[in-house]
């Protein structure tokens, strides 16, 4: 197994839409945002899981006030054998289908231990 902790700052972090072969699960260790999968989004709190099957789309946004932390899993014995696919676009805005090329980098820090 490959886990670590991610952490996204106060309203603005994020991790852009991407894709990778391994299923992935996230636990929320606090903080508040949403994550989604597939197109479907998931308001997550501390507290929340969230299992996201291999090679589905999905990213996280911080939505709160205070830093999202969440603690990921990937079923794989190093974290380099995750492969990042990010999406050639994202969406702008959930209520409106409007899309713009990905200009960014994700913003957030990640720590990752290897078992």
């Known amino acids: 197994?490959?886990?670590?902790?991610?952490?996204?700052?106060?309203?603005?972090?994020?991790?852009?839409?991407?894709?990778?072969?391994q299923s992935e699960i996230y636990y929320i260790i606090s903080g508040k945002g949403e994550v989604t999968v597939e197109g479907t989004v998931h308001a997550v709190t501390g507290g929340s899981t969230v299992?996201?099957?291999?090679?589905?789309?999905?990213?996280?946004?911080?939505?709160?006030?205070?830093?999202?932390?969440?603690?990921?899993?990937?079923?794989?014995?190093?974290?380099?054998?995750?492969?990042?696919?990010?999406?050639?676009?994202?969406k702008v805005d959930e209520r409106v289908d409007e899309f713009v090329p990905r200009k960014e980098p994700p913003v957030l820090k990640i720590y990752g231990w290897d078992a």
């Not at 670590?4 to 072969?21: E, F, I, M, S």
């Not at 939505?63 to 969440?70: A, C």
Request: hydrophobic share 35%; proline share 5%; net charge negative.
């Open 51 to 90: 299992f996201i099957p291999g090679d589905a789309e999905h990213g996280i946004k911080n939505t709160g006030e205070q830093e999202l932390k969440w603690f990921y899993v990937f079923p794989t014995a190093s974290f380099g054998d995750i492969e990042y696919k990010f999406s050639e676009v994202e």
């Open 1 to 21: 197994m490959s886990a670590g902790v991610a952490v996204c700052p106060a309203n603005t972090g994020y991790l852009a839409h991407h894709r990778h072969t």
